[in-house]
């Protein structure tokens, strides 16, 4: 499989995807569109961009939000936004998820009867790019998260980077886009994009509550920065370990810190930084021993 782009502007491709129970499709139709413009010597070039359109979340029937993403995996962003607003709980049991392409509407309805309406005036904007929301009451959410002491080996860690950072993906092909990785121990099993980190963890959210899959022994990789934001919806979900080729925001790590997540950024070839959470490290593998990752590496921190 070919991402389309120029020898030399990205680590590696990994042909084998048989660990992904789900992995990127750069060629999907509706993903992306072929557009013209200049370059630098004013020549005409061709490229590949994301497509971004909105796509509205109702909760049985009411309207919750409106979100700009890339339109793959709609019921799984909409199960997943609604978990990790805490509109859903664990015990909800859900009917059914309607998918409406043409008018790009999501209905998630279950059988308890919900009325958020207070909720939906305290909500407020984010740091996530396109448009993030987090509601008013999300913090308090958080108070009775406890996560399980799961050790994490940096040998893992080490393999994680490794292969996703030479998966076939859509930042690969087109950029302009965030991903976020599911994985345990060394193998990553669900990568999704999006045109903001925080719809690909809903995503991943939505997998794993539509799967009955738990969250105890696994670990969460993101393209993008560790903001206040990922590190609530990952402590939401229950998984104990977040880590990024990017950096930190002060109060993602003081979040972090505060529920006990441990949290691992600039992971850059044999480098990484970790700020919250060291006790889960078992250091099992010899910094020296890894491959450094070149100065002009195809895949950068996501903007």
């Known amino acids: 499989m070919r991402s389309g782009l120029p020898r030399g502007t990205q680590l590696a491709e990994l042909q084998d995807l048989s660990e992904y129970l789900i992995a990127p499709d750069p060629e999907a139709q509706r993903l992306t569109r072929k557009v013209t413009g200049l370059d630098h010597d004013g020549n005409l070039q061709e490229i590949n961009v994301v497509e971004e359109r909105p796509l509205t979340i109702y909760l049985n029937s009411q309207e919750i939000v409106t979100a700009m993403t890339i339109g ?24 059914r998820v309607d998918y409406d392409e043409e008018l790009e509407i999501v209905v998630v309805r279950t059988a308890r009867k919900t009325d958020y309406e ?15 929301t987090v509601f008013g009451d999300m913090m308090e959410g958080l108070e009775g998260v406890v996560l399980p002491q799961t050790p994490v080996r940096t040998s893992w860690l080490y393999e994680l980077s490794s292969k996703i950072n030479r998966t076939p ?22 990568y999704m994009e999006d045109v903001g980190r925080h719809n690909a963890v809903d995503k991943i959210a939505g997998w794993m509550l539509s799967e009955k899959v738990g969250a105890e022994d ?33 109060w993602g790590v003081e979040i972090a810190q505060q529920v006990g997540l441990t949290l691992i950024g600039r992971m850059k070839g044999r480098r990484f930084m970790c700020l919250s959470g060291e006790e889960r490290l078992l250091r099992d593998a010899d910094p020296a021993a890894i491959a450094d990752e070149p100065r002009r590496a195809g895949r950068k921190s996501a903007p």
């Open 118 to 132: 207070d909720k939906m005036r305290r909500k407020t904007r984010t740091s996530g790019c396109a448009v993030g």
């Open 218 to 250: 696994k670990i969460l990789y993101t393209t993008g920065r560790l903001t206040s934001e990922m590190v609530i919806k990952t402590a939401m979900m229950g998984i104990p370990v977040l880590a990024s080729r990017s950096g930190f925001t002060a």
């Open 72 to 95: 793959d995996y709609p019921e799984y962003l909409a199960l997943g936004f609604l978990r990790n607003q805490g509109m859903l709980r664990t015990n909800d049991e859900i009917t």
């Open 169 to 190: 993906s859509l930042y690969l092909q087109a950029g302009a886009i965030h991903g976020t990785v599911l994985c345990c121990g060394d193998r990553p099993l669900v």
